[in-house]
């Protein structure tokens, strides 16, 4: 790991502000990516900001009936949360499904958002990333590449890698909303679906943030009722990321929505796919993954998707 200078300020705007005039600065709280990324030299800030202690782990109701989850609310408070698991049950079973108990103690809300793809091209330096190195290239597009886990939807000729987190493709089925900070003390409402970033020609640009731009929390809107899952294909029981994900809240009228994991670069829905759901599962992925480009080792994943919702329609 190589050195770096450490922070902590005394507020969220502070620390915007500082992280926009620190060359290479990065924000840090509980460091269960980040601190992986450094020892490994994928991340190498000059300068780390600490952002615990600004009063950012609490949960609160709004006025309109809906949640304000802090960004520092860990992953196991989160989950565990009687408001949480009553009216948002299918956030509280995504973040159940991933990772450990150890590192959902540690995980906090906006670290969670804004983890980094596992692509284990990303993970090597010693291949071509053009989201660890923009204009290198893609090594998992290369010729006898392993592409198993990653993306078929949303991606590009410039990088096919996936999000890899759960919590998030819970919030897309939720609508649920990024708050933040700017530098300049300005604070700014993101819809979730916007908030990461197909990527196109710029896979290093992950996020809709501001450089320096600090999340303070995330907002779930009022409860929508009816019945919430959620379900993980994957290689291992645990501790292993999603080759398929499925988020899936449904009306007693047949009605509602279906988020995916494991197979884009964000949380993956699409309002008319929501709208073919008392169609069946093949009616909602045949609009949900229309345009899908996937590999040959992993064209797998639209026929596991299919079956995972299929599955947890028929369980109803």
Known sequence: MRSFSYEKPTSAAE???????VSGA??????TNLLDLMKLEIETPGHLIDVRGFGLDEIT?????????????????????TRIRRDYGVLTRAIVAGATGQLRNKAT?????LQRTRCPYFYD??????????GSGCAALTEGAFSRQLGIIGTSDACI??????????????????ETVTPTGMTRRIALEDFHQLPGDTPHIETALMPGELITAVTLPAPVGGQHNYYKARDRASYAFALVSVALIRQPDGSGR???GGVAPRPWRRAEADAELPNGARAVMA???????????????ITLAERTLAAMLAEE
């Open 15 to 21: 620390a915007a502000s500082r992280a926009a005039e």
């Open 26 to 31: 990065k924000f840090i709280a509980g460091g």
């Open 61 to 81: 109701e709004t006025d309109d009936g809906g949640l304000r989850v802090g960004a520092l609310v860990t992953n196991t408070a989160l989950a565990a949360d």
């Open 109 to 113: 809300t906006a670290g969670n958002l």
């Open 125 to 134: 330096p010693a291949q071509p990333c053009n989201k660890r190195a923009p």
């Open 161 to 178: 890698a996936t999000y890899p987190g759960d919590m998030a493709v819970a919030l897309r089925a939720l609508d649920a909303t990024v």
């Open 258 to 260: 279906v988020a995916l």
């Open 287 to 301: 609009r949900l993954l229309d345009g899908a480009r996937p590999t040959g080792e992993n064209a797998f994943k």
